[in-house]
Structures are given as structure tokens and as C-alpha cells.
């Protein structure tokens, strides 16, 4: 099943904070998060293993909890170049990655 | 190292005809995906490979699409006939492994009029 994603979209200013939040009904082996401009191919950002790390990428940093089956994607500081469609990908381990709709995140100066 | 290569980037094609897609992924990489992302959504596997043998086709709409990854490394993807719903674009990836972070290819948009 696909996982969910919120918001579906939000529109930041450079410098400003975001969350962006993914929900699953099955239990998670792992969660990968992956963004991708318009036009472009999905580009790998992190992945998180059960065991509730949390990890950074830049100003991009990830937390999973797999007691709730959720992770979120926090984004700092945000810059122009992070605007883009942001996806994560739900792995049960008995099944290939399924993605989420995805959350469109534009950032303007 | 090389990525994901894919061709063609475009395609267009009349209902009723087909149309064929080559992958060729990162070298070493084990498993190769395809799939299908479909404008404003995200994406949908079609198929997976390890190496040359197939690990999950349950979404592949085997009536009209086939894929083949003959001797573990390049892979086609083939719709025959073409329906106006398949117009999407199709991405390749590849992972060294199974739920390591995959690396996608730049896609075949292909259309369907």
C-alpha cells in the first residue's frame, strides 16, 4: 500500500523551515527519501533503517519512527535550490519500494 | 562512475503501436527496476530483476507489457499494443542491492496519442 504524504505542497521562503511527513499502514523495514526537480529524474537523498536513527543530508536531515510507522524530512534554512517534488519510499521488506503522491516544495526569494 | 543510462528520451506513438525502452544501469548494480510515473504522481514499479531473474511483476499489465534483462545487465521494457493511458514517463534504477538507495535514470517520456 502507498504511503501517505503531507502537505502535499507548501511554499516557503529562502531561510525558512519545513517539515514534510510520511505515514504507513504496514510495518517498515526502512524508508528512503528521494527529490526530484521538474523534468528530472528522482534523485536519492537518504534512506533510514528501523531502529529510529535519524540522519542529515546538508540542511536535510530525516527521522523515522517505526513504532508509528512514520518518518518526517526536515528541511532548514531552506534554499532556492531544495524547490522540487519530494518523495518517500516505504520498503517492508517482502516488497519493492513503494512510493508516496509526493510533496511539491517551492521555495521563493 | 556512469549512472543509469535510458533511450529514448522521447517517444511518440499512435494507440495500437509498439514501443520498446533500453536500460542500462549502473555497472555492478544487481537489481534493476522499471517503473512508471504517471504526471503529478509518484512513481509506480512495473517490474523488478535481480540480476537476470525476476523478483516482482504483480503490477506489470502482463497482457501488454514485457520486460527481459538478459545476461543480468541491460534491460528492455516493451508496451505492445500501445493505450492512451500508458503515456507517462518510464524510469529505470538501479540499487547494488535490494533497499540500498536506488539510482534512477533520466526516463523515456513517452506519449501516446
Known amino acids: 500500500q502507498q504511503p501517505v504524504q503531507s502537505p502535499q505542497a507548501v511554499i516557503l521562503r529562502e531561510g525558512e523551515d519545513a517539515v514534510i511527513n510520511c505515514s504507513s499502514s504496514k510495518a517498515l523495514y526502512s524508508v528512503h527519501w528521494y527529490r526530484q526537480k521538474h523534468g528530472e529524474a528522482p534523485v536519492f537523498l537518504m534512506i533510514?533503517?528501523?531502529?529510529?536513527e535519524q540522519k542529515g543530508h546538508e540542511k536535510i536531515s530525516a527521522s523515522f519512527n517505526e513504532k508509528k510507522q512514520q518518518s518526517s524530512l526536515y528541511l532548514t534554512a531552506s534554499q532556492l535550490s531544495y524547490s522540487g517534488t519530494y518523495f518517500c519510499?516505504?520498503?517492508?521488506?517482502?516488497?519493492?519500494?513503494?512510493f508516496g503522491k509526493g510533496t511539491r516544495l517551492s521555495v521563493i526569494a | 562512475e556512469a549512472g543509469v543510462a535510458q533511450s529514448p528520451r522521447y517517444k511518440i506513438i499512435e494507440k495500437r503501436q509498439s514501443v520498446a525502452f533500453w536500460c542500462n544501469p549502473i555497472s555492478g548494480h544487481a537489481t534493476l527496476y522499471w517503473y512508471q510515473q504517471i504526471l503529478g504522481q509518484g512513481p509506480k514499479l512495473l517490474i523488478q530483476f535481480q540480476n537476470n531473474g525476476v523478483v516482482d511483476d504483480s503490477q506489470l499489465p502482463k497482457d501488454r507489457f514485457s520486460a527481459e534483462r538478459l545476461k543480468g545487465v541491460d534491460s528492455t521494457l516493451k508496451i505492445q499494443p500501445a493505450k492512451l493511458e500508458d503515456s507517462a514517463v518510464y524510469l529505470c534504477a538501479s540499487s547494488a542491492q535490494e533497499n540500498y538507495g536506488y539510482t534512477f535514470g533520466s526516463g523515456t517520456r513517452l506519449t501516446v496519442v
Open positions: 533510514l533503517l528501523k531502529g529510529g
Open positions: 519510499g516505504a520498503y517492508s521488506g517482502n516488497t519493492p519500494l513503494v
